[in-house]
């Protein structure tokens, strides 16, 4: 592979990644979440519950993490814990209808920002870009998973 072109394609990822992050931050802030509250409401709005353990996988997160944000988002009535009914040992973490207002808020704040960044490219672009992205994804999971020789509860 072309050293040069790598090392570009890297940058700019980085950039895009840094910009995507400071206006999400910014617009989400505006309805008083955080831009990983709202990856985490999303996944959690579209099931009726989850356990912690399960947005730890999806969220490619450490489970102490997810343990930070529930409370953080419980204590703000964004988010409510209560027990399995069958394991009383784990909770389940549903969404709140106060979550479900600041979700829908900051998921229309986000979808005219995301329209803007990708505004210009066709639908074909969009898949090509789309498999590009989860093809280099997977190379990563699968270097991760081979160097650790397992998935380490996270992924």
Request: net charge positive; charged share 20%; hydrophobic share 40%.
């Amino acid at each position: 592979m072309n050293r040069s072109i790598s090392t570009e394609l890297i940058s700019v990822f980085s950039q895009l990644m840094r910009l995507r992050f400071s206006h999400a931050h910014a617009l989400v802030h505006d309805v008083g979440l955080h831009p990983g509250q709202l990856h985490l409401l999303t996944l959690i709005a579209s099931r009726a519950s989850m356990s912690q353990a399960q947005l730890a996988s999806l969220l490619f997160i450490k489970p102490s993490t997810v343990t930070v944000m529930v409370s953080r988002m419980a204590s703000t009535g964004i988010l409510k814990r209560t027990r399995d009914e069958h394991d009383k040992r784990l909770n389940k973490i549903s969404i709140t209808e106060k979550g479900r207002a600041l979700l829908k808020i900051a998921c229309n704040n986000m979808k005219t920002a995301d329209d803007k960044l990708f505004d210009g490219f066709s639908a074909d672009e969009l898949e090509t870009m789309l498999d590009y992205a989860t093809r280099m994804r997977n190379n990563l999971l699968q270097e991760h998973i081979a160097s650790e020789g397992s998935s380490c509860g996270c992924y």
